[in-house]
Each structure stands twice: as C-alpha cells, then as structure tokens.
T-cell receptor, first 111, second 116 residues
Framework: QKEVEQNSGPLSVPEGAIASLNCTYS??????FFWYRQYSGKSPELIMF????GDKEDGRFTAQLNKASQYVSLLIRDSQPSDSATYLC???????????FGSGTKLNVKP | GAGVSQSPSNKVTEKGKDVELRCDPI?????LYWYRQSLGQGLEFLIY????????KSGLPSDRFSAERTGGSVSTLTIQRTQQEDSAVYLC??????????????FGQGTRLTVV
C-alpha cells in the first residue's frame, strides 16, 4: 500500500470553476500535509501546508484536512488557465520530518 | 547556498556508461531526498538521507543505482552501466530534519538524463 494516493487525472475544469484535488494517506501517524504544484518541465513548489483538521485558506486556495478519514484535499476557486499543472500531495509523519509524495494529479483549466 | 543546487542540468550519455549526478542541499538541511521523474509521470522515490542515520535505499530500482552523502551535505547519485530506461529527470530535495509542522521540502531544478 502506498503511503500517499492520488488520482493521476487529468482533471479538466472550465475557467472560473472550482477545481477539487484529493489525496488519501495510509498512516494515521502522519502529522503534516503539503500541496505542491509542478508546472511542466519545472520543479515542484510549495503551495500550502496544513496540520490541523479543518480548512485553511490562502487566496484562491483552500486545503482541507480530515484526519479521521485520512483525507486531504485542495480546492482552487476561480480556476485560471495558469493553474494548469500537476499537483502533488505530500505528508510527513515521523520525528525527522520525512516526506512522502503522491504521484500527482494533472489539472487542465480550459479557457 | 540560497537553494538546492543540482549539476549538471542536462546530461547525455551513451548506454553502458556510468554517470554521477550531484546535489548540494540548502545549508543546514539534514534531510536529503532523490527522486526520479520520467516524462509525464509522478515522482518516484529513490533514496533518503537523514543526518548520520543509515539511508533509506528502498526506492533504488536496481543495484546499478547508488548514492552517497559526504559530510552530511553534498550528495552524489551514481548510475552504473546506464540503460535507456534510466532516461528521466532526477530531482533532489532537502528539508530540515526536525519535527517542525510547517517545514517544507525544497527542490532543485533537476538533472535531465538522456541515455542514447
């Protein structure tokens, strides 16, 4: 069983819509959760992190964490074509901050 | 340095040759990761170093792959007898090796390896 699971997509949404990206993790001991964005040909870059149950908002982005269901999501409101990228979910769960990455979900925002 | 530095940025090698890829992590970061990313695919974990602990080599795909980290800083990933299926982007990342909730992993720009 993989530590972090994501649907590979592609997820296609029209411009202006809400994009919902989902991630599940296997270890209940996971402590912190991260969303990275990777544009084609570029390296991943951090968008948000969350470590408490509930929602965390940053501009058009909202991260949602449900530890009971072992589920993390990223909502992108008012999606723009520039949001088209692969979104990687990552968790870390041990005292040494070791990261585990999912394989990523490709998002296409159509003008 | 200011960020994670990888070299070379591009490498073309002949099948059967050995290659070395270098990663210079952010100063003070004790955790270092190597990932491989084939075209259009997700991150494939290769190896993880944390301080002076034994590395987690569970992601290395074969014994042709090895990595070392000298002095807890610079790391070298070596691929022996390269094969065409080794062609990919090799990404290095580093992070603080401490239990800090909001500590992120920072990525280098990667080395694009092409085996011809």
């Amino acid at each position: 069983q993989k530590e972090v699971e994501q649907n590979s997509g592609p997820l296609s949404v029209p411009e202006g819509a809400i994009a919902s990206l989902n991630c599940t993790y296997s270890d209940r001991g996971s402590q912190s959760f991260f969303w990275y964005r990777q544009y084609s040909g570029k390296s991943p870059e951090l968008i948000m992190f969350i470590y408490s149950n509930g929602d965390k908002e940053d501009g058009r982005f909202t991260a949602q964490l449900n530890k009971a269901s072992q589920y993390v999501s990223l909502l992108i409101r008012d999606s723009q074509p520039s949001d088209s990228a692969t979104y990687l979910c990552a968790v870390n769960k041990d005292n040494f901050n070791k990261f585990y990455f999912g394989s990523g979900t490709k998002l296409n925002v159509k003008p | 340095g200011a960020g994670v530095s990888q070299s070379p940025s591009n490498k073309v090698t002949e099948k059967g040759k050995d290659v070395e890829l270098r990663c210079d992590p952010i100063s003070g970061h004790t955790a270092l990761y190597w990932y491989r990313q084939s075209l259009g695919q997700g991150l494939e974990f290769l190896i993880y170093f944390q301080g002076n602990s034994a590395p987690d080599k569970s992601g290395l795909p074969s014994d042709r792959f090895s990595a070392e980290r000298t002095g807890g800083s610079v790391s070298t990933l070596t691929i022996q007898r390269t094969q065409q299926e080794d062609s990919a982007v090799y990404l290095c990342a580093s992070s603080r090796g401490q239990q800090l909730m909001n500590t992120e992993a920072f990525f280098g720009q990667g080395t694009r390896l092409t085996v011809v």
